[in-house]
DNA sequence: GATAATTGTTAGCCAAGGCTAAACTGTTTG
DNA sequence: CAAACAGTTTAGCCTTGGCTAACAATTATC
């Protein structure tokens, strides 16, 4: 537990930066984002395979493999992963499909993927950075802040 | 290779969302991301360690464990992996400092939180979520986007 | 100053997410 | 229709970053 107060050698002396919060906060902090983290890729996975069957009619092995710039096997063992979680369908050497919770989080992770990457561009982002940033930041916006995003970006566009 | 074109079973029917940016691009999305998650936690623990020097004097592996909600065990021995990167010296029992680099490194960290939080809290989100989804987003914030982050709170603010 | 409490380290475990190489299946084509 | 090729899967390896339990060192306390 201690967070021991006693016998600091300097005092902050705060040329710059905010306090360090409490600790509990802190700690929050950080579990929030390893928690994040931990389905950061599925999500990644589950959303490219919903917009490949969006854009393209189907979801395949090689072209997850080469959109990801995975190899084969990684995707392969994914793909077991996602059938475990009962994410999507899949007979061997067939492609892909989702399942109703598939679908779901394709459609919830794509959301989110969108308005970031707008909010992105309303800011004055250019395309390619926005995309780069929109890909790496979406798993880590909380529902509020993605709506004041959303309400920026449409106060931006009118 | 491959992102085969020919027999698309059923065209896009783009009832929403952007189009499938091209392989290259998308590849280059993904593999931006995972190589910040590499660098992630190193600077996590480096920017906290700063934080904790600067602010109580001392950065102790008990105080950081607390922090980060983990296992001691797991703080040494990531510390021990941060002494083989050279970013911070340590001996046995006694409490760390940053090399030249280590500091570096927390420096930028640091201010790039900063910047990442200012700006959601200009932006209009509460305290306490900002704090979670700048842990969060600091480390997939471009150089680009932070610049234009920090003019927008300067304006803000003004 | 001996002992208790706290702090730090080590050993050994586990799961995730990469990889390569090799085996297998399905499809295309000569 | 057999062979070649493209796509998929499996096996087995590696590193990271968690964990617990047991042990070691330091610091506090009586």
Same mark, same amino acid.
């Given at each position: 537990?201690?967070?021991?107060?006693?016998?600091?050698?300097?005092?902050?002396?705060?040329?710059?930066?905010?306090?360090?919060?409490?600790? #509990?906060?802190?700690?929050?902090?950080? %579990? =929030?984002? $390893?928690?994040? @983290?931990?389905?950061? /890729?599925?999500?990644?996975?589950?959303?490219?395979?919903?917009?490949l069957?969006?854009?393209?009619?189907e979801a395949r092995a090689a072209d997850i493999a080469n959109r990801m710039?995975v190899s084969q096997a990684?995707v392969s063992?994914?793909?077991?992963?996602?059938?475990?979680?009962?994410?999507?369908?899949?007979?061997?050497y067939?492609s892909l499909?989702?399942? #109703?919770?598939?679908?779901?989080?394709? %459609? =919830?992770? $794509?959301?989110? @993927?969108?308005?970031? /990457?707008?909010?992105?561009?309303?800011?004055?982002?250019?395309?390619?950075?926005?995309?780069?940033?929109?890909?790496?930041?979406?798993?880590?916006?909380?529902?509020?802040?993605?709506?004041?995003?959303?309400?920026?970006?449409?106060?931006?566009?009118?």
């Amino acid at each position: 537990m201690s967070d021991h107060q006693q016998r600091r050698t300097s005092p902050p002396s705060g040329h710059s930066g905010d306090a360090l919060p409490p600790v #509990e906060q802190h700690a929050q902090q950080y %579990e =929030t984002v $390893r928690n994040a @983290h931990e389905t950061e /890729l599925i999500e990644d996975y589950v959303e490219l395979i919903g917009d490949l069957i969006r854009h393209r009619g189907e979801a395949r092995a090689a072209d997850i493999a080469n959109r990801m710039a995975v190899s084969q096997a990684t995707v392969s063992k994914m793909i077991r992963r996602l059938n475990e979680l009962g994410l999507v369908t899949s007979k061997p050497y067939r492609s892909l499909f989702l399942t #109703e919770e598939g679908q779901k989080m394709a %459609e =919830t992770s $794509r959301a989110r @993927h969108d308005i970031v /990457l707008h909010f992105l561009r309303a800011l004055g982002v250019d395309d390619s950075t926005a995309r780069i940033d929109a890909e790496g930041m979406e798993h880590h916006v909380s529902d509020k802040t993605l709506t004041i995003m959303q309400r920026f970006t449409e106060q931006q566009i009118k």
